[in-house]
């Protein structure tokens, strides 16, 4: 456990509908980071925070991905209607926030299916 | 775009065995890599990591080289495991920021 949490475990939603996924990073870290993992592929990167500020956001996070962390603390990715393309395990990571090139923690990941 | 890559997809030694995972990677920008292990239904895992500064460290039963000549880097796994049977990921970041660069993923299975 290394001490990033992320709930729901799993989703299963139909095509359509939106659904919100919540992120605890580790208390002490700055740094949080989104990821989206498909089957045998290793994980993409979407975007990061530091503290409050969204600083960099992929190609990948197209206009139906929204995420927010407004107290520096959690984080929330959203994905409005969902598409059956969007089924994946979307991974969390967290670090320390002062400086490049961090080591990055996960949590265990929310895996989602789109009907 | 990167391209981190692995150079097998799938190795199974038997336990008591070392194992030798190797990872290429392109951007020669790239100067922090991270090794992996993820098991099934579970995020990445942390096992180790290197700087460019450096083409060898090692931790408990694993040892990462790198070699920035060709661009390759190795996790070595001594004595292993049952319990090191997982997907290894090596991720690689250049210099100017933090978003890491992820391959496809090793897959290891350990024989008993």
């Known amino acids: 456990d290394t001490g990033v949490s992320q709930n729901p475990r799993h989703k299963i939603t139909k095509r359509g509908q939106n659904v919100t996924f919540r992120c605890d990073p580790i208390?002490?870290?700055?740094?949080l980071y989104w990821y989206r993992q498909t089957l045998g592929q290793g994980p993409e990167f979407l975007t990061y925070?530091?503290?409050?500020?969204?600083?960099?956001k992929s190609r990948l996070l197209s206009d139906r991905f929204s995420a927010e962390r407004p107290k520096g603390s959690f984080s929330t990715l959203e994905i409005q209607r969902t598409e059956q393309g969007d089924s994946a395990m979307y991974l969390c990571?967290?670090?320390?926030?002062?400086?490049?090139?961090?080591?990055?923690?996960f949590g265990p990941g929310t895996r989602l299916l789109v009907l | 775009g990167e391209s981190v890559g692995l150079h097998l997809p799938t190795l199974s030694v038997q336990e008591g065995d070392n194992s030798i995972i190797n990872c290429a990677y392109s951007?020669?920008?790239?100067?922090?890599f991270i090794w992996y292990k993820q098991e099934s239904g579970k995020g990445p895992q942390f096992i180790i990591d290197?700087?460019?500064?450096?083409d060898k460290r090692q931790g408990q039963r694993v040892t990462v080289l790198l070699n920035k000549t060709v661009k390759h880097l190795s996790l070595q796994i001594a004595a292993t495991q049952p319990g090191d049977s997982a997907v290894y990921f090596c991720?690689?970041?250049?210099?100017?920021?933090?978003?890491?660069?992820f391959g496809t993923g090793t897959s290891l299975t350990v024989i008993p």
């Open positions: 951007n020669s920008a790239s100067d922090y």
């Open positions: 290197i700087r460019s500064n450096m």
């Open positions: 990571a967290s670090s320390l926030g002062t400086g490049l090139q961090e080591t990055q923690y």
């Open positions: 925070f530091q503290n409050e500020a969204q600083l960099e």
């Open positions: 208390s002490e870290h700055n740094r």
């Open positions: 991720a690689e970041t250049p210099n100017t920021g933090n978003q890491f660069y």
